[in-house]
Nanobody, 117 residues
């Protein structure tokens, strides 16, 4: 069973920064892709940023230039550096890992990010 444990959420003022971390229970190279998703109240879960096993990254348009996804393969950790946070970034952020087998996907428990004015 794969475990993904997020940390680093919290309350921050608009314009501030937060860094989220996701620790996986096995090497991230055993996953085809890892990523961060978020879900705001009353809205559907949406992708924020992803990183493949080869290191290719992709970002939602709303966070490009502000968020950076990175990995530390030695520590099986994927991080999301969030700068210049906006009110609309408030959501529960989830770490996700997609395995190499069809339908293989894992989710963390989520961490709350709240941006205040």
């Amino acid at each position: 069973q794969v475990q993904l444990v997020e940390s680093g959420g919290g309350l921050v003022q608009a314009g501030g920064s937060l860094r989220l971390s996701c620790a996986a229970s096995r090497s991230m190279f055993s996953f085809e892709m890892m990523g961060w998703y978020r879900q705001a109240p009353g809205k559907q879960r949406e992708v924020v940023a992803t990183i493949t096993s080869s290191g290719r990254t992709n970002y939602a348009d709303s966070v490009k230039g502000r968020f950076t996804i990175s990995r530390d393969s030695a520590k099986t950790t994927v991080a999301l550096q969030m700068n210049n946070l906006k009110l609309e970034d408030t959501a529960v952020y989830y770490c996700s890992a997609t395995g190499w087998n069809i339908g293989e996907a894992y989710w963390g428990q989520g961490t709350q990010v709240t941006v205040s004015s």
